[in-house]
């Protein structure tokens, strides 16, 4: 009778030892603080360029320029649905652009085939987006500032089918027609 008593006892106390053990790291797993983030913070692939009211999500920018200048694209034609400039917008303006513009080397194209630090889901900035970046420039680091330096957005202008720019050396948003090649760089959210 004692060895019963014995075992249930052994049994008991090394249930409760188990209980304890499961209560101490589910307290510290929900006492981990997530990291506060800040503007120019290396995070997720790139550089935080700007973050939304709560401080959680935003918008990062890809370490550099794609390497040559690059077109539009689809010059001639007026892609549906990429006329948007809210922040917001980049990511459908990229995707819209990649589905009409098939097979052509984009700026759009660039983005979304861009691949760094495992992230796979970088976009053409809208308009809007472009602005935060240009605002946040030295956030960012590495972006051209030279007297014509103009950056593409996904952003197109209907309807006589040119796409906006912002140009990093002068602070101008102009209209230009999607055969010229201009810079780009490829953002994400999160």
Known sequence: ?????LIILYLTMNKVLQLIFIFISISLVSCEKEPVL????EYQ???????????????????????????????NRVIPGTNFT?????????????EFC???????SFCANLKVNGYEDWFLPSKDELLLMYENRDFIGNMRNGVWEPYWSSSQFEPQGLAIVHNFGTGQTTYESKTLGYWVRAIRSF
């Open 45 to 75: 692939g790139g550089r935080i360029f700007y973050l939304d009211k709560t401080g959680k999500h935003g918008l990062i920018a890809a370490p550099k320029d794609i390497s040559v200048l690059v077109r539009w694209g689809c010059a």
């Open 86 to 98: 809210f922040v917001g917008a980049g990511l459908r303006n990229t995707e819209r652009i990649v």
């Open 102 to 108: 098939d097979n052509e080397a984009t700026a759009a």
């Open 1 to 5: 009778m004692l060895e019963i008593f």
């Open 38 to 41: 800040e503007l120019g913070m």
